[in-house]
């Protein structure tokens, strides 16, 4: 059974920093492009940032500067690093397990991150 477990969320001042964690299970992680998913309410889900199985990253360009994704192959864990934070940073943060391979594509169910004063 594959789970993709996030944590991290919370509610955070503008200019502040929150760390998101995504672990997986059930799944080989080092086959696997792990991303990171926004949905802010009444919008669509959007990619906020990807990390190949080599290390390759890619953020949104809302985000470049500001957020950092890495991988732990040990911990099968991937993270999401957000500094700078801004209210329009607030949204349901989703982590992403893709294959390129076979297509399976598996989500966390989500952590609330709410940035406001």
């Known amino acids: 059974q594959v789970q993709l477990v996030e944590s991290g969320g919370g509610l955070v001042q503008p200019g502040g920093s929150l760390r998101l964690s995504c672990a997986a299970s059930?799944?080989?992680?080092?086959?696997?492009?792990m991303g990171w998913y926004r949905q802010a309410p009444g919008k669509q889900r959007e990619l906020v940032t990807s990390i190949s199985t080599g290390g390759t990253t890619n953020y949104a360009d809302s985000v470049k500067g500001r957020f950092t994704i890495s991988r732990d192959g040990a911990k099968n864990t991937v993270y999401l690093q957000m500094n700078s934070l801004k209210p329009e940073d607030t949204a349901v943060y989703y982590c992403n397990a893709h294959n390129t391979w076979t297509s399976a594509n598996y989500w966390g169910e989500g952590t609330l991150v709410t940035v406001s004063s």
């Open positions: 059930g799944i080989i992680f080092g086959l696997y492009v």
